[in-house]
Structure formats: C-alpha cells, structure tokens
C-alpha cells in the first residue's frame, strides 16, 4: 500500500505542477487538459500493469522529483557529444531545444529543422497538421503525461523528393544536481520521395541526480519516402528513460530503425509502427547490453493495416550481472492485410547466472494469406565455441570477447552510416572489456 | 616430442581410457586406428585440454613439460594442433580475424610482435593453395555453411596457418570423398617435416594410402593392444577389428 500512496503523490505533484505551467506550455490548451485527463485516468503503470509487467517505472519515481533542473552544461561539453562529423546538430537539454549550442547554420531549403515549441508558436502548417495526432494519448499513460506536459524538443521537416545526405543528429542531454523529470517531445515529418537519416543519442553530462527523461518521438513517414533511424541510449546509471517512439508509414515508404541501449539505470523502449498503406517495407533492429542492476525494457509493435507489406525485426541482447532485459514484440496482421510478411527474432545471451531475460513474441493475425514468423532464444555462449577457439591459442577472455562481437555484429553491421557504425563498435568494445574485467 | 605413461581418463565417472603408453619422437607419423567406442576421440579431446574428461591417472610428458598441466590454450600456443572430428561453426566470427587473433595471440606467448598484415597476408595466400581452399571461404565465418569436405580442409588450412610440432587429426578422413581426402592427405604431406611430429585417428585404413604412418597403433577398450608398422592397417583391413577382439578376449 506504500508505494500505492507514494504513487498518488507523485500524480498530485504533476497535476499541480501541470496546472501551475499549462499557461506557457506550447500548443493547444485544450489538447493537453484532454491528456492530463486521460493520463490522471490511467494513472502511472505499476507491476500490475500487464505492459509494464517487468518494468518498475512506479519505483523510481517515489522520491521527490523536480520539473526544471535549472542546470546546464558549458559549450565545451556539449561538443564532446557531437561525435557525427558533418551532421546537422540539434541539441536538446533536459528537454528544451538549445539553437545557440546546435549546429543547424545554412539548412537547404525545403529542411526545416527548429524548436518545437517555437514551430508550434509559428503556426506551421505541417506542425498543425501532425502533431499528436499518430500517439494517441489514451493508449499509454506515458504518452498522455509527455502530451499533457512537454516543454520543448525538435521538430524537423523534409519537404517532397530532398534527399538529405547529412545526418541530422537530435542530443537529449540529461544534466541536473537534484532529481528532476523532463518530457522532452519531438516532431519528425517526411514528405513524399524524400530520404533521410536521422540519429537520437541520449546522454547524461556533469549529473549527480536522478533524471527521470519521458521522451516522445512522432515520425510521419510520406509517400516514397526512405528514411534511417538510430537510436543511441547511453545515459549514466541515475538515467530512466521512457522513450516511446510512434511511427506512421504511408505508400512504398522504407523505415529501419536501429535501437542500441548500452546504459541507463532503466529504459523503456515503446516503439510503434504503423503501416498504413501498401508496399510498405520496415526494419527493426536492436541491440540492448546490460549489467549491474539495470533494467532494459523494449516493447515494439508493428501493425499490419493494409496488404503487401513486409516488416523484418531483429533484438538482440546480452545481459550480465543482476540486470533484467525484456523483449516484446508484438505483431498485428489485420484483416486487410493479405499477403503480409512479417518476421521477428529475439535472441538473447545470458552471460551471468543472476541475469534475467523475459521475451515474449505476440502475433495477432486477422489475415489468411500472410507469412509470418517468430523466433526467440536465449542460452549462454557456447562452451564448444569458446573451447574451438581456444584450442586455436585464443585465451578465454578473447574467446568470450570475440564470440559478443560475432553476436552484436549482426545488429551493427546493418549501420548504414560508417562514423556512426565505428562510434557504436567502440563503444560496444569498451563495455565488453568492463564485462570482462 | 610426446611421451604417454599409463593414462586414464573417464568422463561422468565412467572410465574411457584404461592406461595409455605411448612414446612420439619427433619427424614421426603415428596412426591410432580402432573400432567404434574404443577411446580414440577421448585420447585426442584429453591431449588438446578439454575439461569434460578427467585424467585419473598417468602422465603425458611433452617436450619435457607436464601437457596436463596446461590450458587448451597454453597448449596450442607450445605447438599441440587438434583437427576436429567435428569442426564447430561460428557464424559472425571470420576465417580470417580469428586466424590472425590466433596467431597473435600466440606470438604474444613466445614474446614476439603481431604479425605485420602484409606478412599475414601473404602467408593466407600461400596456404589456402596449400589446402586447395577457395579464397572466398577463407573470408566467410569459421566454417558456418561449409560443407563436411570444406571444414576438413579448413582444419589443415588452420594447421598449416599455426604452423604446429604436434598435430592429432581426429577422424579427418570421416565423410570425405576420395577426391577431398587426396587433398588433405596431400596438405598434411607437405607441412610434415623432421622438426614435427603427426598422430593419425582413424577407423579406417584409407587415408594411409596416402599418409604413410610410421607406426600404427590398435586401440580397444581404452587401451593399446598392439602396435606395428603400417602392415599392421592393412592387416587390420583385410580381417576387420574382430580380429583384435578375439586376440585380446583370448
């Protein structure tokens, strides 16, 4: 009953917080009093909660928690993040969108790529015409709160047939000296036969406090269009983060996004796909490594509308320590949605005997003539492996290290922007060298 | 080079080996031949360091230092080469990182500096031509999707790459074609020399056809029961292992 009651504090705090702020927040009061409504009606998740089953996310907010950090981080900082040479910049601080410390001089026209609260005050057509319109707030409490209380965040739009060569690279950074929750809320639209490539990394700078960062991200994905996503989790062990990431996808368009989670006390992935016309092709990719105590949740769906779609996810993980990774994938095959293929693997890799591991792969199919399938498997690394290469001279820990690099590579290797590729295999390299040590 | 003195092992506490002896001097090919379930594998998965089997009693001496005592990998870095009855795919991991991690790691051991590309490179080329091996393979993954014929010749491939004074080809000659087998025999020919030494596990006679043993060996029921020159394996041939039975039932 504690928690239930330190739960309802938490509610009050960002009901009164929500009333004391709506006057200067961005946007159409109305729409966020309807998401306020809908999120103090579903209230935060707890374990009882079948989607949040494994996922504490009640737990980490039972302390006293802030809603500005008053807090920022020196230029030189912030440059040290900008490890994509050559991209456009966008950099978020605790959930506001900072333009003197981006790097967005001399976009080509057709590329918008601004605050989002000042898109909203601009009146910008195509903001008025998606925004909150694909993440619907009455289907996750988390959607409803960033809805009700996002601050800022980045809104980019490609106009019809720019192809966009540059990455565009959004920093969420998390810094604050007391615990602070942020809503940062990003608008990403791509117009018909444009193509893009675009990165989200999260970390955290000079932190001493919990961040608790609800980050929501819409992608509109227009006739034809290709574009590239990659999301990058590398916040320190005081980070949680929700990142809920809803996606539509309309004729012939290309999506693949990449999900690595490298750190974190906790993350949440909610990503959503939604193939709402035909000839739609999507990838799902993600590579979660996790140790201590963390908890990795990604929780994906794709939804099959229309016919002749075909979607292809593959998450893989490794988890050590005492740390939790779960994967769910869901998948919808609507009525409609004849000749769909749609194909979904989990694999997992224990590598400590306190590690857990929940997977659950869920195929709705409404269709009969779709091709569909799921696999899931979770082991440790083969001892037979390790002892071929060993008997070639490799020593144990090469062995072992080797054998995670086999396994992640799958997922690397379909990183279509070399730097990024690179930055991401480094990063991969040194957490195993820690798991080694 | 190799010296086994009354060697037992057993795995799951049941005894495979019942006392081994036997002494390889270097430049010599030996050939362990024996029917099904007689210890052949277990000998070769002891002598390369695999943990399942415990080694209950006897020694094995090599170059004058205690074999049992070391890793697998101590052991392949002093120059003991297993081919595998059974060679293990690894898919993700390529011929060639493994190769070159291999070979680093073991001049690492004598204290030497890796091997410069160049070197490594030139040295590839000249062995894959050794094993006849497609260059394409010797890019993909260890042995995923190679056929039974391929991962053998990858086997020697490995072998003539490390370079080793001892190498156990464990049943290399199971599941090739003629063709195959004349061109692993063929790579086995060329990397022996006076300065190493060879042990041959088969079953079957074939393979001395083409590898000339010095000396074979009839192992059953986890022992040496007799040893002889290479008529020995044709004697072997001709009257079948029922033979051997008898003899050492008698």
Do not use: W
């Amino acid at each position: 009953m504690e928690t239930a009651i330190k739960t309802s504090t938490i509610k009050d705090k960002l009901i009164s917080e929500f009333e004391a702020s709506k006057k200067i927040l961005f946007g159409k009061p109305q729409l966020r009093d309807q998401a306020m409504e809908s999120f103090c009606n579903q209230g935060i998740p707890t374990r009882k909660h079948e989607e949040y089953k494994y996922t504490h996310v009640d737990l980490m907010l039972t302390e006293e928690f802030y809603f500005s950090a008053n807090k920022n981080c020196t230029d030189g900082q912030i440059e040290d993040l900008k490890f994509l040479k050559g991209a456009y910049v966008a950099i978020i601080v605790n959930g506001v969108f900072i333009e003197g410390s981006s790097n967005l001089q001399n976009l080509p026209k057709g590329l918008t790529i601004c605050g989002l609260a000042d898109a909203a005050k601009g009146n910008l057509t195509v903001f008025e015409k998606y925004y909150a319109k694909n993440a619907d707030v009455n289907a996750d409490a988390f959607i409803a709160l960033n809805t009700a209380m996002a601050k800022d965040g980045v809104f980019i739009h490609i106009a019809k047939n720019m192809i966009i060569e540059r990455p565009i690279h959004i920093i969420h950074i998390s810094t604050a000296f007391e615990n602070t929750i942020i809503n940062p809320r990003n608008l990403i639209v791509v117009d018909e036969n444009a193509q893009a490539k675009i990165i989200e990394s999260f970390e955290t700078l000079d932190s001493t406090a919990k961040i608790f960062s609800n980050a929501l991200t819409e992608i509109v994905i227009n006739e034809s269009a290709i574009v590239d996503h990659y999301k990058i989790q590398d916040e320190n062990d005081l980070g949680y983060l929700v990142n809920t990431t809803q996606v539509i996808q309309k004729k012939q368009s290309v999506f693949s996004i990449h999900t690595f989670t490298l750190s974190g006390s906790l993350v949440r992935n909610n990503l959503t796909l939604a193939l709402d016309d035909e000839h739609i092709e999507s990838h799902l990719n993600g590579l979660y490594l996790t140790a201590g105590n963390q908890v990795v949740d990604n929780h994906t769906v794709v939804d099959h509308r229309k016919p002749n779609c075909n979607s292809n996810e593959l998450y893989k993980g490794m988890i050590e320590g005492k740390s939790t990774a779960t994967f769910n994938g869901k998948i919808f095959v609507r009525k409609d949605a004849q000749k769909t293929n749609a194909f979904q693997s989990n694999k997992n890799i224990l590598l400590s005997e306190t590690g857990t591991i929940n997977t659950k792969p869920q195929l709705e199919i409404y269709a009969d003539d779709v091709k569909c399938s799921h696999g899931t498997s979770t082991g440790k690394l083969d001892e037979d492996k390790i002892f071929y290469l060993r008997a070639r001279g490799l020593s144990t820990e090469s062995a072992k290290k080797l054998l995670m690099h086999a396994f992640a590579s799958e997922v690397v290797d379909t990183i279509k922007i070399e730097p990024l590729r690179e930055y991401i295999e480094g990063k991969i390299f040194k957490t195993f060298e820690c798991l080694n040590s | 080079m190799l010296n086994i003195k009354n060697l037992h092992a057993s795995i799951d506490g049941k005894e495979i080996l019942k006392g081994i002896n036997l002494e390889i001097k270097v430049g010599e090919v030996h050939a362990i031949m024996g029917p099904n379930g007689s210890g052949k594998s277990t000998l070769a998965a002891v002598l390369a360091g695999r943990s399942e089997y415990e080694v209950t009693e006897g020694e094995v001496t090599y170059n004058g230092i205690d074999l049992l005592e070391l890793t697998p990998e101590n052991r392949a870095r002093e120059g003991v080469f297993l081919a595998f009855q059974y060679p293990i795919e690894i898919p993700g991991v390529s011929n060639i990182n493994f190769l070159k991690t291999a070979i680093n790691e073991i001049r690492a051991y004598k204290g030497l500096e890796p091997i410069e590309a160049k070197d490594f490179l030139m040295m590839l080329k000249e062995k894959q031509k050794l094993v006849e091996l497609d260059g394409k393979l010797a890019n993909r993954s260890v042995n995923e999707g190679f056929s039974g014929g391929e991962k053998k010749r990858n086997e020697i491939f490995q072998m003539a790459m490390l370079d080793p004074k001892l190498a156990i080809l464990d049943e290399t000659d199971s599941g090739l074609d003629i063709d195959a087998l004349r061109i692993v025999a063929n790579g086995v020919n060329k990397l022996k020399s006076k300065d190493n030494a060879t042990i041959i596990i088969t079953h079957y006679q074939r393979l001395l056809d083409y590898i000339i043993p010095d000396f074979v060996h009839v192992l059953y029921n986890g022992k040496i029961v007799k040893s002889g020159s290479k008529e020995l394996a044709l004697e072997l041939e001709e009257k079948g292992y029922d033979f051997i039975k008898e003899e050492v039932e008698a």
